[in-house]
């Protein structure tokens, strides 16, 4: 290597992150471990050396600049040694590398280059710290991956030093991200600490924004400003986004009733009450719009998937999220691999209720398919613009049709019978005066499909009364 001075680029990465962040399904360890791994990555900008590029939950890229080999030997060397110290070695595995940027080379191939290396150190690094060795005859009641050290306060379980040192940072961090939205009025708003305390009807919402097609649209930035631009703009957009939520979230008392699992990156984690799903997808989609990114002599349109699981709030958090990462991938797959071919479709939702029933035993989609047989996961995937009609549609129907019809309704279609002289016979049960608008309202939900009587079933208690 030469010792002349050259432009270096550095890129730190979270790695094995199930052991960091979702290695328990406590609320607020989750929570913690998520906010601290945002607070590591952004926490390395303060270094003058460094010059943020883009930050994600747990990546991020630098500018060095200008540097010599045995400089940038000693920047990465003090970098892993803060990712190895307080508080973050309790929990994290990080790894770091650095490369030079070759004379006219594009930032994309730079930034591939690190992660093509920041990959082959995580193949030879552990899922996890090991923990110093502690005396311990318990495992840690939140985990039960490390011993159990700490009292927990109001807990009857211990917990282990991770799980101690993520509740606690997380306490304080998880406000910073609100602050923004409150102004002065930060200080008075208390956040949840069980997924209890938002449950409507023993249910909550979990859902999974991310970002489409932002890996492509990244692809087309060739210098570092462009790269920074298009970081700033989507911060610019999720800041957008959480303060128009937040805002608008339902609060008992000063006690606002959001929760935030994952933040930052192209991906977003909420868990809201189970009613305020449609409002919270719609102020989301709102408030994000239809922005757009120019580089390279491009128009590219910035949208965004959800998956949405219903459950109750007991169930497993870690794999609830999974479920609703997994119905945001389902609701990318009929998109087209051109970022700049935009339509306002693309940014879409498929949910799944799981009210009734506590575990899946094959992937989201299979079971979808089989459950609501003869309806298709199609069904259940809504664009931006169906969110607020479907709605309106879902209270009309609701507030009118007898409920015991839909089901009647649903068991026909399971046995692939026709519906249509029972759903004739249930419009006559009807008062004349609402007849028009219900038969408008269930028109527009079937279109041509009366398989979607079964999305209208599943719906049937998880539209909220309030208007969006």
Request: proline share 3%; net charge negative; charged share 30%.
């Amino acid at each position: 290597m030469s010792s002349s001075s050259s432009e270096w680029y550095l890129r730190i990465e979270a790695v094995n992150i199930d052991h960091s962040v979702y290695d328990t399904n406590d609320i607020s360890t989750i929570r913690g471990g998520s906010s601290l791994l945002l607070d590591a990555v952004r926490k390395i900008t303060e270094k003058p050396e460094l010059k943020r590029v883009s930050v994600g939950a747990s990546t991020g890229l630098y500018e060095v600049g200008m540097s010599t080999d045995a400089n940038i030997t000693g920047i990465e060397t003090e970098i892993r040694k803060n990712l190895q110290g307080e508080p973050y070695c309790h929990f994290a595995t990080f790894v770091v590398a650095t490369t030079k940027r070759e004379r006219g080379e594009a930032i994309d191939d730079v930034n591939k280059r690190l992660m093509a290396e920041c990959s082959l150190q995580q193949y030879q690094t552990p899922s996890f710290p090991f923990p110093t060795y502690e005396e311990s005859a318990e495992e840690c009641g939140f985990g039960g991956t490390r011993p159990a050290v700490h009292d927990i306060e109001g807990q009857e379980q211990k917990a282990s030093h991770s799980v101690s040192v993520r509740r606690e940072e997380g306490k304080t961090l998880r406000k910073e991200l609100y602050k923004p939205c409150f102004n002065e009025e930060s200080a008075e708003i208390e956040l949840p600490d069980h997924l209890e305390e938002l449950a409507q009807n023993d249910n909550i919402a979990v859902i999974h924004f991310d970002g489409n097609r932002f890996g492509k649209i990244r692809d087309h930035c060739k210098t570092t400003e462009e790269y920074k631009r298009f970081d700033k703009t989507i911060q610019g957009i999720q800041k957008q986004a959480i303060c128009q939520i937040v805002k608008h979230t339902p609060k008992t008392g000063n006690k606002v009733r959001l929760e935030t699992l994952l933040w930052g990156g192209d991906e977003i984690e909420l868990v809201v009450p189970a009613p305020q799903a449609w409002e919270t997808l719609k102020r989301f989609f709102d408030a994000t719009g239809i922005e757009t990114f120019q580089t390279a002599g491009k128009e590219f349109n910035l949208t965004w998937s959800a998956g949405v699981v219903f459950c109750r709030h007991n169930l497993p958090i870690l794999q609830v999220r999974r479920y609703a990462e997994q119905l945001c991938s389902i609701a990318k797959q009929r998109l087209s691999d051109k970022p700049d071919e935009f339509s306002s479709n693309d940014n879409r939702v498929v949910y799944l209720n799981m009210s009734s029933f506590d575990l899946i035993e094959r992937d989201v989609e299979s079971f979808i398919a089989s459950y609501h047989a003869p309806a298709t996961v199609g069904d259940f995937t809504f664009t931006m613009n169906d969110i607020g009609q479907l709605h309106k549609d879902m209270l009309t129907i609701t507030r009118s049709f007898p409920k015991n019809k839909v089901y009647e309704i649903v068991e026909l279609l399971q046995n692939s019978k026709p519906v249509d002289k029972l759903e004739g016979r249930a419009l006559k049960m009807v008062e004349c005066s609402v007849r028009s608008a219900l038969e408008e309202a269930i028109s527009r939900i079937l279109g041509e499909r009366k398989e979607r009587w079964l999305l209208i079933g599943d719906l049937w208690n998880l539209i909220g009364a309030q208007a969006i």
